[in-house]
């Protein structure tokens, strides 16, 4: 059986792996549309050292937490792309009728005239219901989300639908990616009638490339001392056994 220095340093080298993981992830995704970046952290825990005076001693698990702050809006001047002002997120709903959360607004147009993000999820209005806006080919977004189009010959006083805007548990909710969020615990869907959009822009990922790569050189680093503290320990342990052994 290892000691218990051994498993809190092999433990260590766990939340270091995972972390490095995480960075390695969130600068794959610096260019990904409303991607937010993920961290390892620690979580307080204790947990009973059998055979030391029955004493508890403070042991750390870790887990992943997502950050959350808004991207920067980037312009793009198309009609079809729109970023959220604030701290909501669009509904969308896939073809087994899994609904979930996204920042994504790179909109898409599918096959039957739902309003869709690039993997084929269909957004959804401000009554969580599917928004269908036919075969236009200029689209105009209201701040308020209501879409019109500005098609030759269309009427641009009829709104085709509202993208609504809501307001999740940010804690309850877990990655499944292409930008995409799940509600862990399925809660009803809070509408937010004073968000707004941005036509003509996206949101950029949070990932801040230069901080992510000097926090992974850090990683790197803690990651190489604790991989001599463990070979130390191991060494300190045999020369221990070994002077017993005499």
């Not at 825990?45 to 991207?71: C, H, I, M, N, Y």
């Not at 739902?114 to 689209?139: E, H």
């Not at 209201?142 to 030759?152: V, W, Y």
């Amino acid at each position: 059986m290892g000691s218990y220095g051994e498993a809190s340093l092999v433990n260590s080298m766990s939340y270091l792996s995972e972390a490095q993981a995480n960075l390695a992830n969130n600068l794959a995704n610096a260019n990904t549309i409303g991607y937010k970046r993920s961290e390892a952290i620690a979580l307080n825990s204790s947990s009973r050292f059998q055979g030391l005076l029955e004493a508890e001693l403070p042991s750390v698990q870790f887990g992943k937490a997502t950050d959350w702050r808004p991207g920067l809006p980037e312009p793009t001047n198309e009609k079809f792309h729109v970023s959220i002002q604030g701290e909501q997120f669009f509904r969308v709903r896939d073809e087994q009728g899994n609904a979930f959360y996204t920042r994504r607004g790179d909109l898409n147009i599918n096959s039957d005239g739902f309003l869709s993000t690039p993997s084929g999820a269909r957004y959804l209005d401000v009554n969580d219901q599917p928004i269908q806006v036919g075969s236009v080919g200029d689209l105009v977004v209201a701040g308020n989300g209501d879409l019109r189009s500005a098609d030759p010959g269309a009427d641009s006083d009829v709104v085709m639908g509202t993208l609504g805007m809501f307001l999740p548990d940010q804690q309850t909710l877990e990655s499944v990616g292409s930008g995409l969020y799940r509600d862990t615990a399925n809660k009803l869907p809070i509408l937010d009638v004073t968000s707004a959009v941005q036509q003509g822009s996206l949101e950029r990922s949070n990932v801040e490339v230069i901080t992510e790569l000097v926090r992974m050189i850090e990683i790197q680093r803690s990651f190489q001392s604790v991989s001599k503290a463990l070979t130390s320990v191991g060494r300190l342990k045999s020369s221990f056994n070994n002077a017993l052994n005499r």
